[in-house]
């Protein structure tokens, strides 16, 4: 009988990776090892939606204080220390990636500190160490990178998500290129700790993919927070013009001077010069490891969960592809995770949450569909003159009444999504949702009292 060293060999220890090798610890898988190349926690907690969290939380600041002058307190001066953020931000990540190191270490999974590369169907190198050493499975949960503009002309000049968590001090203006997740976000943390910002965007309003409703909703609340947006162009090239300004050519003939010039224009799979090809691990045309729905690529024994696979990219989506794993292999329980209404916030200012279908998606596969949506403006700012509102929408089959979607923009959307995903996951009916009496005084309230059909006007 062959020996392998390894049970399973785990390449990325990240969200998707370390959850998997626990949950293969627990169901008896033997000898586990994860190798990791930067730090135990992978994007999410290490470059990611953690840190990134603590940036906004750190960015809304001036406008809380505004807003408490509205309830009649006195705020004096205030300054922003971005040293003393990022020291912050270190220290807390820092904490994150011990505790993800001790609960690794407590599953009895072996930590290995290199890069791993694929050599051969159950052949594993470590590059800096430059050993063998064989498994019997391997699971890759390498995650993904940024896309970095390469390609343009001057493309060095700029940075990505990666690199703006460790800034040397706030840059005083800034163009943030994308209009997706992080570069919404991001446009707004840097106008909120006080930059100038631009945000170029190639489309004509930001989030695409997301329901029509929430995009004009947060095109326009980004504007009103004093980032300009410039739509329907890209970047064409960067010059650095000295005194550590770099001067950003759009196709559009503008011209942009900033400090500092980050690119959110998506992020790639990662898997070049993983080897995949040396053990038949097929990728597709972006390089996404294909899997099947338990997560199996195409070689018997190799498995991938996460962003490295490209199916839905978010932390709890590669946490629960790594548990399923676990099930499937390790614990004779063939599971496949569901991937459809999958509840995601994102993070600007005001937030968005949402969950299954857009109101376009909708009216594409269902014959009748009912739309229920308010906008008013948050109890929170009624004592100021903050213009900020509140989106709230719901999206119904007009046969059955079931909820197919919920999208809310304002206060605390994130935190709400979370529970209205658990009733359009379970195909709660309009009625239902009625049913449920209202919590009073809140914004959420108006989820469950939606009682007029919106009517479009002529
Ligand atoms: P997204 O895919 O969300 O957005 C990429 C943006 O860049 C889009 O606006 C896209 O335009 C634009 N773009 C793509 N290629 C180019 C190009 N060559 N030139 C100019 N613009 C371009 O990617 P992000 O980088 O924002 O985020 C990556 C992923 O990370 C997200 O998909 C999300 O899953 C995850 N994420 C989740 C977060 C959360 O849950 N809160 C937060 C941050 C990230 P177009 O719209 O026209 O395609």
Redesign the pocket.
């Known amino acids: 009988m062959t020996q392998f060293d390894y049970d399973l060999f785990v390449i990325g220890a990240g969200s998707g990776g370390v959850r998997a090798s626990r949950m293969a610890a627990k169901h008896g898988a033997g000898k586990i090892a994860i190798a990791e190349e930067h730090r135990y926690g992978g994007t999410c907690v290490i470059r990611g939606?953690v840190p990134?969290k603590l940036f906004v939380y750190a960015s809304e600041f001036e406008k809380t204080f505004k807003l408490a002058e509205s309830f009649g307190w006195s705020v004096g001066e205030s300054e922003f220390s971005w040293e003393k953020l990022i020291a912050a931000k270190d220290a807390e990540i820092d904490r994150l990636e011990g505790i993800y190191q001790r609960l690794l270490k407590n599953s009895g999974v072996e930590m290995i500190s290199d890069r791993a590369v694929i050599e051969g169907p159950n052949t594993i190198r470590l590059v800096n160490e430059d050993r063998t050493v064989t498994a019997k499975k391997i699971l890759i949960a390498t995650g993904g990178t940024?896309f970095a503009h390469e390609g343009m002309v001057g493309h060095r000049l700029g940075i990505t998500s990666n690199e703006a968590f460790y800034l040397p001090e706030l840059p005083k203006r800034v163009v943030v290129?994308?209009?997706?997740?992080?570069?919404c976000?991001f446009a707004q943390i840097f106008k909120g700790m006080g930059s100038d910002v631009v945000q170029v965007?190639?489309?004509d309003k930001v989030l695409?993919g997301f329901d029509e409703d929430v995009r004009d909703h947060v095109h326009n609340e980004i504007e009103a927070s004093g980032v300009r947006i410039i739509t329907n162009t890209?970047f064409t090239k960067i010059e650095d013009i000295g005194d550590g300004v770099k001067r950003v050519h759009l196709k559009n003939g503008e011209v942009l001077e900033a400090e500092c010039v980050m690119y959110?224009?998506?992020?790639n799979p990662h898997t070049v010069g993983l080897g995949l090809e040396t053990a038949g691990v097929e990728v597709d045309e972006k390089g996404a490891i294909k899997v099947d729905a338990y997560s199996k690529t195409t070689a018997d024994h190799i498995y991938a969960v996460g962003d490295v696979t490209n199916r839905v990219?978010?932390t709890p989506v590669a946490i629960r592809e790594g548990a399923a794993f676990a099930q499937t292999v390790y614990n004779d329980n063939p599971t496949a995770f569901d991937h459809s209404d999958i509840a995601?916030?994102?993070?600007t200012q005001p937030p968005v949450g949402s969950v299954g279908m857009t109101e376009a998606e909708a009216r594409e596969s269902f014959k009748e569909v009912d739309i229920y949506k308010t906008s008013f403006r948050p109890m929170k700012y009624s004592l100021s003159d903050f213009g900020s509102r509140m989106l709230m929408k719901l999206v119904v089959d007009g046969e059955t009444q079931r909820v197919l979607g919920v999208h809310i923009v304002g206060p605390d959307a994130p935190e709400m999504i979370q529970l209205a995903g658990i009733a359009v996951k379970a195909g709660l009916t309009k009625d239902q949702y009625d049913a449920a009496c209202a919590v009073h005084p809140t914004s959420a309230e108006e989820l469950v009292t939606m009682a007029d059909k919106w009517v479009p006007s002529e």
Do not use: M, Q, T
Request: some cysteine; aromatic content about 12%; hydrophobic content about 40%.
């Open positions: 939606c990134k940024p290129a994308g209009g997706g997740y992080i570069a976000e965007y190639r489309g695409r890209i959110a224009i998506g992020r990219n978010l995601s916030a994102v993070f």
